[in-house]
């Protein structure tokens, strides 16, 4: 019988003492995706981990819709950069429908929050940019002890295990660059 489980709440929130330090220091106190407290998701695929936590429903909704649903499950490796519902209602309803609207965009700006491999809280901390699936890179910066995409999103919580990858929440919607 699966275990009921609280997903760990990981947030970077360290001071800055050198890229060096900061790296080792996060390392240290996130632990590994296969701690005691995330093995019972590492069992789960992405989708299935973020539909436990009931806080991605408009993601996992807007994922079926563009028809990503079976690449999220996947073998993998992945590592999504996931928007909470909280994220989603910040964006206009407008733009909201149409992506709806128009597969091609939806399945840019989901994939714009997925980069191949599985990248834990201390490579994304070492990174200054990740390739998207959508194509472009993501910029990471680390400020005041916060990891930050693209200037403006936060990462709020880390290293969300998954049997094909990593789950990192994230407190706003990346939009990709226009083409």
Known sequence: MPRKFALPKK???L???GAATVAGSLALSF?????????????????RTAAATG?????LSLAKQA??????????PLTIFAPTDAAFKTVPKATLRKLANDRMALRRVLLYHVVKGNVT???VVRLRSAKTLA????SIRVRRGSVFLNTSTKVVTTDIGASNGTIHVINKVLLPPSS
Do not use: E, K, M, W
């Open 55 to 59: 806080q991605f429903t408009t993601l």
């Open 121 to 123: 809280a201390a490579r």
């Open 11 to 13: 947030p970077f929130g």
């Open 67 to 76: 028809g990503l649903v079976g690449a999220l499950s996947g073998t993998g």
């Open 135 to 138: 194509g472009p890179a993501i």
């Open 31 to 47: 632990g590994s995706s296969t701690d005691a407290a995330a093995a019972p998701a590492a069992q789960q695929n992405i989708v």
């Open 15 to 17: 001071a800055l003492a």
